[in-house]
């Protein structure tokens, strides 16, 4: 049994399910995933839900600092006493999803990088609220179901190709570091896990002229899955179908394609015909109301 697992038998501490909790106490899985992160002694490290601490202690040999945020206030004091010495560690408590993310971080070197072993019922709202940030990040290296994992790697046409894909690919460089079994964990979940590693790029993927109305698209494309892009156009969007047919000609798109079928090419040359016909539209009103004056 490792030290970090005795530690909990003896404190009497009792996993919550509602929480998430499902450590791994396996050393050498445990180093190989920090390295697998890439952590170099020059960068700091955002842990989210350090747990017990058997991933902090290798996060923090590898890294120049390393600020864990820890939602369970019972865990405190455990973390607090099992990383005495450490001088490269700080633990804050409290809820990744509410915290002030810039206020926290505001000490730590940029960029950095953020390494979790996070409660599967939040991941995507997290990657999503980490991405939309604005954090200086150098990297995003996270424990996720390995159904989530496969989503974030499909294609246009496949099955897991959705908001969360776009987001990612488009941000990032996702790539998949290791599978988990279930068995790695205690408690052990009912499902295996994946390692993924995903690198910030310098620049999206893809240029658009306005980010905001490329993610509208995005959500347009896979409101109805099994429509046409027109009809999602229209749905989500509020557009007329001769609207819609009009942006789905000057994008260079069939007007009976899919949008779980649409890559990120795709998605841009549309939402950039969307903006450009705003625009537009913008201008002429514009036109109208000086006339007018």
Sequence with gaps: MSKTKERIRESNLRYRQSLGQNFIYDEDLLAGLVKEAGVSPEEDVL?????????????CGAAHHVLSLELDERLIPLLSAFMEGRDNFTLRQGDVMTADLEE?????????????????????P?????????????RLALM???????????????????PLAVRCQYLCEPRLAQIVPAACFTPAPKVDSAFLVMPIREKPAVEVRDRKAFFQIVTAAFALRRKTMTNGLCAS????????????????????????????????????????????TESGCFREQEDRT
């Design 126 to 138: 997290l990657i999503t609220r980490l991405l939309d940030s604005g954090l200086p990040l150098s």
């Design 237 to 280: 969007l509020r557009l007329s179908r001769e609207e819609a047919l009009r942006l789905m000609e000057r994008a260079g798109l069939d007007e009976k394609i899919r949008g779980e079928k649409l890559s990120l090419a795709q998605l841009a040359a549309l939402a950039d015909a969307w903006t450009e016909e705003r625009e537009k």
């Design 104 to 124: 926290l971080t505001g000490g730590l070197r940029k960029p950095f990088a953020v390494v979790a072993n996070i409660p599967y019922y939040i991941t995507t």
């Design 47 to 59: 842990e989210i839900g350090p747990g017990t601490g058997s991933l902090t202690r290798h996060l």
């Design 144 to 162: 996720v179901q390995k159904e989530v994992a496969e989503k974030i790697l499909s294609l246009p046409g496949e099955d897991g190709w959705g």
